[in-house]
């Protein structure tokens, strides 16, 4: 278990660890119950991050030609799926080399662009680097000089995969083994960017020279009913669109082009970049902000304040026949901070829709990125 605390507003959250930490902690027991001859019941591991970890090995087993144990996934306080699963190393000798492969439960590559080649198992760089550093440490302990051979095992994975990004990233039959610092942070927001930037990884490994980001499940929906083709060509973004332009822009996509409601996409005319709620509202500010760009009168601008979403706001504007020049307005100053954003390295767009009111808002740049997307 850690013993690290953060805070994420005024709560006091418990950190994890990874599963290349699990990966890793177990190599490095049952490498040392190969050597040692004798079971360990726990085994310390330096995370990337620095920081030292004891892990609790269980099920250990000692044989002639190999030892295996496990170390059961701990995410702390953040809502993980992998949490409590079992991550085994079987651990046997080989003449030189460390040999690092998949067993059950382990994913399987299927797409370019990922961290690992097609074919290979879903064990990424760093974690295998931890698990070739501990093993490394037993056998200089122990001063054996010949090699390991290493099968890294997730029994309940195949299973787990379906509740994670897994089958939609191309990776196949069981978990990734991941983690960048070995450390599990409660409700990071790193692991959801790492998501976005390896999915549009994909898309430039399949030679594609434009992005399409989407926010959820609104905006799939939206894509597959007028371009159903599009759909998988999508990658979801959520809150994360300034990080999702940056990503777009440092993988040298030529176009990017945003598709979401406008309950969301309303908070770029005001430039805001992350449209969770708990960064910031500001939708009737914005749309306050254009009325009045647009010489609408106070009167009707009065009465968007008092509204609770986008939507009821545009029912008044739609009334008053305010809302044509009114939105004109945004898809200018959304324009406006998006090409702020990307910095021309990269053509970039948005379409902006709302189901209520059959609403499709673009930029100027919308259509070419559109056809651009539609013909690769």
């Known amino acids: 278990m850690s013993d690290r605390y953060i805070y994420r507003g005024t709560k006091r959250l418990r950190c994890g660890y990874t599963t290349g930490s699990c990966a890793a902690g177990a190599a490095k027991a049952a490498a040392k119950m190969l050597l040692s001859g004798i079971t360990v019941e726990s085994i310390d ?8 970890l004891k892990l609790y090995v ?16 701990d995410g702390g306080d953040d809502p993980d799926v992998t949490n409590g699963i079992a ?15 998949g067993g059950e439960g382990i994913g399987i590559v299927t797409k370019a662009g990922l961290d690992q080649p097609v074919g290979e198992a879903a064990i990424n760089s760093v974690p295998r680097k931890m698990i070739a550093s501990a093993v490394n440490d037993i056998a200089n302990a122990y001063n054996y000089n010949g090699g390991f051979r290493i099968i890294i095992s997730a029994p309940m994975g195949k299973e787990i995969a379906k509740k994670t990004f897994n089958p939609r990233m191309g990776i196949v039959d069981g978990i990734s083994i991941i983690g960048t610092t070995g450390v599990v942070e409660p409700m990071s927001n790193s692991a959801i960017i790492e998501t976005i930037r390896t999915e549009a990884n994909i898309r430039k490994a399949s030679g594609y020279k434009n992005i399409l980001f989407n926010l959820g499940n609104y905006s799939e929906d939206f894509i597959k009913l007028r371009a159903e083709k599009l759909a998988s060509r999508a990658v979801v973004c959520s809150n994360f669109i300034g990080d999702a332009i940056d ?14 409601h406008i309950g969301k996409l309303i908070k770029l005319g005001s430039g805001i970049m992350n449209t969770h709620s708990s960064y910031a509202d500001g939708r009737m500010e914005t749309l306050m902000a254009c009325g009045t760009l647009a010489k609408t009168d106070n009167d009707i601008l009065s009465q968007l304040a008092e509204c609770v979403t986008v ?3 545009l029912d008044i504007l739609y009334k008053y026949n305010a809302a044509e020049q009114v939105l004109a307005v945004l898809a200018k100053r959304v324009e406006y901070y998006l090409r702020a954003r990307v910095k021309d390295e990269a053509e970039i767009g948005a379409v902006i829709f709302s189901n209520k009111h059959e609403l499709i808002l673009k930029t100027k740049t919308a259509d070419n990125l559109i056809k651009k997307i539609s013909e690769e």
């Open 311 to 313: 939507d009821a706001a």
């Open 45 to 52: 591991i330096v995370t990337p991050s620095g920081q030292d």
């Open 247 to 260: 990503i777009g822009a440092s993988l040298g996509f030529k176009g990017i082009l945003i598709i979401g």
């Open 58 to 73: 269980i099920q250990q087993n000692l044989c002639a030609n190999y030892a295996s144990c496990a170390v059961v996934k």
């Open 87 to 101: 991550i085994f190393a079987e651990v046997s000798k080989m003449e030189n080399d460390i040999e690092i492969l």
